[in-house]
């Protein structure tokens, strides 16, 4: 049986080597190339009126590497191809369009545009569909909110 001295020092390796083992997974992880929205990171939000104007944002591609290929993971032979979809959580509140997207370069840029419907809120994320590359792709940060809120007052009309 284990003195409480030798279980205490059992305890202070363990965290040690826990600690270790941490930092070289961390080391270990490889960074995709991501797709970004140019909206401000702080917020990611499109705020929209019930059928009111459309709002949208610019995707595009940051090559930023370590992911086991160099550079730009939309670049080599054979044209790569980077296939996503994009949905929107509630198509009550707002759809996208388009629905699908082809990035084919690391310069390549795609418009989605967001349709209000009600009031309420939505999520739009990417998936992923295909990838010709010999790299990867991180979506996360592609994602954004659409907060839709109900029309804006407007002044009665008054006739004498």
Request: neutral net charge; contains cysteine.
């Amino acid at each position: 049986m284990a003195t409480p001295t030798q279980i205490k020092r059992r305890g202070r390796w363990s965290l040690i080597l826990g600690a270790i083992f941490a930092a070289l997974m961390l080391a270990a992880v490889a960074y995709a190339d991501e797709i970004k929205n140019e909206l401000p990171s702080s917020a990611k939000v499109i705020a929209l009126n019930t059928n009111g104007a459309t709002g949208s944002t610019v995707l595009f591609v940051d090559p930023t590497g370590d992911d086991g290929k160099n550079g730009c993971n939309l670049s080599g032979p054979g044209n790569p191809t980077l296939v996503v979809s994009v949905s929107s959580s509630n198509n009550a509140v707002a759809t996208v369009s388009p629905t699908s997207l082809s990035f084919t370069s690391c310069g390549d840029t795609k418009t989605v545009t967001v349709t209000p419907h009600a009031e309420g809120t939505a999520n739009v994320t990417l998936s992923q569909t295909s990838n010709t590359s010999q790299g990867s792709f991180n979506l996360t940060h592609a994602s954004f909110r659409v907060d839709v809120a109900p029309p804006p007052n407007t002044a009665p009309d008054v006739s004498v």
